[in-house]
């Protein structure tokens, strides 16, 4: 390959490594909206359960959304353990959020 190939090559791989990051970037933007707009909902979530006496955490609809979601990425091609995980952790900041609602309605 010429050094004129090389570099139009090159050029071409940069090119699409920007339009992919670009993607990228747009797609994690749009990540944060929905865990945004999410997380929102769970608030009003851990209002209605902190002003109806729920307890914060619901373990038999944890599992089931889990099941769910690990069917859900399966059929998307991604690795339901990472959704699993994935899930853990927001589940576990939406607890620790409904805790903190209940106790400032506890007091």
């Given at each position: 390959?010429?050094?004129?190939?090389?570099?139009?090559?090159?050029?071409?791989?940069?090119?699409?490594?920007?339009?992919?990051?670009?993607?990228?970037?747009?797609?994690?933007?749009?990540?944060?909206?929905?865990?945004?707009?999410r997380?929102?909902?769970?608030?009003?979530?851990?209002?209605?359960k902190?002003?109806?006496?729920?307890?914060?955490?619901?373990?038999?609809?944890?599992?089931?959304?889990?099941?769910?979601?690990?069917?859900?990425?399966?059929?998307?091609?991604?690795?339901?353990?990472?959704?699993?995980?994935?899930?853990?952790?927001?589940?576990?900041?939406?607890?620790?959020?409904?805790?903190?609602?209940?106790?400032?309605?506890g007091?």
């Open positions: 390959m010429s050094e004129a190939e090389t570099r139009l090559a090159e050029s071409e791989a940069l090119g699409e490594l920007k339009s992919l990051r670009a993607s990228i970037d747009n797609i994690d933007a749009a990540l944060i909206h929905m865990l945004a707009e997380f929102k909902c769970t608030q009003k979530v851990g209002v209605l902190a002003t109806n006496d729920l307890p914060p955490a619901d373990p038999a609809r944890e599992k089931i959304q889990i099941e769910r979601l690990r069917q859900l990425a399966g059929d998307a091609n991604l690795d339901p353990d990472f959704a699993e995980k994935l899930l853990n952790f927001i589940v576990r900041e939406v607890i620790r959020h409904h805790e903190a609602i209940a106790a400032k309605a007091s």
